[in-house]
């Protein structure tokens, strides 16, 4: 018996152990990832300067870069091939903009005045010099790998760019889940239902939840269920496929989602009725309520949705929580309809569709224009 309880011990031992190393570890990658992301800055900032010293024509950058190559990669090993050296100095070029102000703490280090006088064949001995002293630089911001870096990088507009950097880094998006968001026009579908200046804030500040419509997108994008966009399916199979992937579903609704339930009986009168899916909001303090309907939407889909609306308020939703939301999620919908049948001053019901193929992101861009167009 004692033996079995030792054992027991040391395995429950072992598992914090393991815990710890693996904290630890993750941790030492990251440090890793950052000085390497501050080290590709600093060395995008040196080849500008350097050029911005010297002779800043095409020929002269790309002769420049291939004998910088050949000297690195010898020093070094891989890893600093002419595209790579390229994708650093507009790694620099894009983001030196934002970091100006915190430039003149490298000047105090005395780094800028190093850079002014270096030339090329110098330049890789000043690297190592670099990486050790990465603390200097202004880099607080660099919180992603350089892959995510590389990618956003290819976004043009600086404001979505912005956006998406600061919502990778507060929601931990892996590089995949960046890509997923940016193909799913997560930034054009937000910004189609703000003004101007809502959308400028959106790319300074991210998603910001501070009152119902925060949290509803129109369309939604589930892709990932793998469901073709002609191909014929039940609302229990919609479901299933949610719940099958909810872990992605939870990411496609955005900030502050926690499951409940599904199929979530409500009950008076003798009558039973279900809500297909049953969130909480943690940042609104509300319970989120979804129905899912593979065709047009009717008014008596909306009306349903007010009646789970008011049982959740009047029966369930604590007295500290806000009132419930409810989101009828359909295939197709009438906005005139929708309209009508909803109060003037509705905050509680929405209808949004569903899309299960991604987005034309040119057709959404476009969209936009003609919205900003039209509100201006």
Not at 149 to 155: C, D, E, S, T, V
Not at 357 to 363: A, F, G, S, T, Y
């Amino acid at each position: 018996m004692d033996e079995i309880t030792n054992n027991t011990e040391t395995d429950h031992l072992a598992d914090i152990i393991a815990s710890l190393i693996e904290e630890s570890r993750k941790h030492v990658v990251a440090q890793i990832n950052t000085a390497m992301v501050r080290t590709y800055y600093e060395i995008g900032r040196i080849i500008v300067e350097n050029e911005q010293g010297g002779d800043s024509r095409a020929t002269y950058g790309k002769s420049m870069l291939k004998e910088l190559s050949g000297r690195l990669n010898k020093r070094f090993g891989k890893g600093f091939s002419v595209d790579n050296l390229e994708n650093m100095r507009r790694f620099y070029r894009t983001y030196s903009d934002r970091n100006s102000e915190t430039l003149s703490r490298i000047s105090e280090a005395g780094i800028s005045e190093i850079v002014s006088r270096i030339s090329v064949e110098k330049i890789s001995e000043t690297l190592s010099r670099i990486s050790e002293n990465a603390s200097i630089a202004p880099f607080d911001a660099f919180s992603l790998s350089w892959s995510h870096y590389l990618f956003l990088m290819r976004i043009d507009n600086p404001e979505e760019r912005s956006f998406y950097e600061r919502e990778a880094i507060e929601e931990r998006w892996s590089l995949r889940e960046l890509k997923r968001q940016f193909d799913s026009a997560l930034y054009e579908r937000l910004a189609l239902s703000k003004d101007k200046q809502a959308v400028s804030e959106m790319s300074q500040k991210g998603i910001v939840v501070a009152k119902p419509e925060d949290i509803v997108k129109d369309p939604y994008i589930l892709e990932f269920l793998g469901l073709p966009e002609e191909s014929k399916y039940s609302e229990s199979t919609l479901e299933q496929r949610i719940i099958d992937k909810l872990q992605i579903f939870l990411m496609e609704l955005g900030k502050g989602y926690t499951f409940v339930g599904r199929q979530v009986r409500l009950t008076f009168d003798d009558k039973h009725f279900f809500c297909d899916l049953v969130f909480f909001n943690r940042l609104l303090q509300c319970f989120v309520l979804i129905d899912l309907k593979i065709g047009e939407i009717t008014h008596q889909d909306l009306g349903q949705m007010q009646m789970y609306v008011n049982y959740y308020d009047r029966k369930v939703k604590l007295p500290t929580e806000n009132p419930t939301v409810g989101i009828v999620l359909c295939k197709k919908k009438d906005d005139t309809m929708v309209e009508m049948t909803l109060p003037e001053d509705n905050t509680q019901i929405f209808a949004s569709k569903y899309q299960t193929v991604l987005p034309n992101k040119e057709d959404f861009s476009r969209i936009l224009e003609e919205y900003a167009t039209y509100t201006a």
